[in-house]
């Protein structure tokens, strides 16, 4: 039988984002979003089986979050790196798996995401070795290149999300690569050591967090979910993280 785990990337300094506070630590209707997201992933998973990556320069914001949010003291933390990829890596690098267990990265600015989305993730990754969540494009896509843009055929766009998930051999060769500016997620790294990315179902709730802006949309699609019921993909969701806290 296989183990999952789950990476949570927290360590971000919000350079886009552009507040004094990392956007991680920022609060949605009262509570910070990597609390939300972490919470959200206490509903399928042990505490021993969760990696939250930081910035050691954050250290007194998550010495108050332990005291404020007890639930998340039995998770293990870990030191981030120079870019994502070398946080990913320090996050692989803490689990001692099997080959065959699953290991999903997710960014901790995503606190949206559904435990469907999550579960198919890991249910695809079980069957194929790996599975990226994505929902289809919504926007006219055009690429710019040099003098030249282009209209995308928009039946083709997936829009990517996380959690990420991989088989451990997988996910851990993939990341033996040296690092390259280009990879910019986990799906694109495996894919450049060789294996073929398995696409699941997302939700498109599964927000990113990025800039200012964004805060105010999960403000309200917060208390929207809170509030009441919404199907997504055949299914009740809920934003049931007041359970947990």
Same mark, same amino acid.
């Given at each position: 039988?296989?183990?999952?785990?789950?990476?949570?990337?927290?360590?971000?300094?919000?350079?886009?984002?552009?507040?004094?506070?990392?956007?991680?630590?920022?609060?949605?209707?009262?509570?910070?979003?990597?609390?939300?997201?972490?919470?959200?992933?206490?509903?399928?998973?042990?505490?021993?089986?969760?990696?939250?990556?930081?910035?050691?320069?954050?250290?007194?914001?998550?010495?108050?979050?332990?005291?404020?949010?007890?639930?998340?003291?039995?998770?293990?933390?870990?030191?981030?790196?120079?870019?994502?990829?070398?946080?990913?890596?320090?996050?692989?690098?803490?689990?001692?798996?099997?080959?065959?267990?699953?290991?999903?990265?997710?960014?901790?600015?995503?606190?949206?995401?559904?435990?469907?989305?999550?579960?198919?993730?890991?249910?695809?990754?079980?069957?194929?070795?790996?599975?990226?969540?994505?929902?289809?494009?919504?926007?006219?896509?055009?690429?710019?290149?040099?003098?030249?843009?282009?209209?995308?055929?928009?039946?083709?766009?997936?829009?990517? $999300?996380?959690? *990420?998930?991989?088989?451990?051999? =997988?996910?851990? !060769?993939?990341?033996?690569?040296? @690092?390259?500016?280009?990879? +910019?997620?986990?799906?694109?790294?495996?894919?450049?050591?060789?294996?073929?990315? $398995?696409?699941? *179902?997302?939700?498109?709730?599964? =927000?990113?967090? !990025?800039?200012?802006?964004?805060? @105010?949309?999960?403000?309200? +699609?917060?208390?929207?979910?809170?509030?009441?019921?919404?199907?997504?993909?055949?299914?009740?969701?809920?934003?049931?993280?007041?359970? =947990?806290?």
């Amino acid at each position: 039988m296989h183990q999952n785990y789950i990476v949570i990337l927290a360590g971000g300094l919000g350079e886009r984002y552009g507040g004094v506070m990392s956007k991680q630590f920022q609060a949605i209707n009262g509570v910070p979003v990597i609390i939300k997201t972490i919470c959200k992933f206490l509903q399928r998973f042990e505490p021993q089986k969760i990696r939250i990556v930081v910035n050691p320069d954050h250290i007194a914001h998550w010495n108050k979050l332990k005291l404020d949010y007890p639930t998340i003291r039995e998770i293990t933390f870990i030191d981030g790196g120079e870019q994502r990829f070398h946080s990913v890596k320090n996050g692989l690098a803490s689990i001692d798996s099997s080959d065959n267990d699953l290991i999903g990265i997710h960014d901790g600015v995503r606190p949206f995401v559904t435990l469907e989305t999550i579960d198919h993730a890991y249910t695809t990754a079980s069957q194929y070795g790996t599975a990226v969540p994505v929902f289809n494009a919504v926007n006219t896509i055009r690429i710019a290149k040099e003098n030249q843009n282009n209209a995308l055929d928009r039946q083709y766009v997936k829009i990517v $999300q996380n959690p *990420q998930v991989f088989r451990s051999k =997988i996910i851990k !060769t993939a990341y033996c690569q040296n @690092y390259t500016p280009d990879m +910019l997620d986990d799906g694109t790294i495996v894919e450049k050591a060789g294996y073929k990315i $398995q696409l699941c *179902q997302g939700n498109y709730e599964n =927000i990113k967090i !990025t800039h200012p802006q964004d805060l @105010y949309i999960a403000e309200g +699609l917060d208390r929207l979910l809170a509030s009441s019921s919404i199907e997504t993909n055949g299914k009740i969701y809920g934003n049931s993280y007041t359970k =947990i806290l």
